[in-house]
């Protein structure tokens, strides 16, 4: 965000009322590299999380108290796959989105040769970009939604074990 707000500083003091595209480019690669950043951070969390989990519970005879950890372990495993969803969404946005550069350059491998066809292909890609890129959004929030529940479980488990543990001695 301090990124952003300096081009745009620098921009009005030069005179000018709006983003270079070049400016454009820079903040939009930034965005995706720190969103980039953030999945994976998240995806380490859950899994090592779910590791700590199986690890602490080798060994141990679980019972019905042991049930928010079972589903601590699969909302961080479900996080883990919304993380992985993400991924593929935002592969297949830039997939669609450098095959519509391609198409309006007029350089794509299957250029259609006429210009309904050129329409045609030119609106089924933008509605398959819309599509990937909401996509990206869903995952994105179902991954860290799925996190968060993970560790409130884990707490909850972990509070309950101490519990039983300071009341059964």
Sequence with gaps: ??????????NKAKGESKMSDND?????KQHSV?????VYFLLAIVASAIAFSVNKTTNVKLN???????FAVS????????????????????HSNYSLLQLKS????????????????????TKALA???KNTGVAINKQFTYAVLGGTLFLIWHAIKIY????SS
């Design 1 to 10: 965000m301090q990124m952003f707000s300096a081009l745009v500083s620098c």
């Design 131 to 133: 599509s990937n890129a």
């Design 24 to 28: 454009l480019i820079e903040v939009y």
């Design 75 to 94: 909302f961080w495993g479900l996080s883990f796959y919304f993380g992985c969803k993400y991924i593929h969404w935002a592969q297949a946005a830039m």
């Design 34 to 38: 720190s969103k980039d950043k953030y």
């Design 64 to 70: 019905i108290l042991d049930l928010p950890l079972l």
């Design 164 to 167: 039983m543990f300071s009341t």
């Design 106 to 125: 007029g350089e794509h491998p299957d250029q259609p040769t006429n210009e309904a066809s050129i329409q045609g292909a030119l609106f089924g890609l």
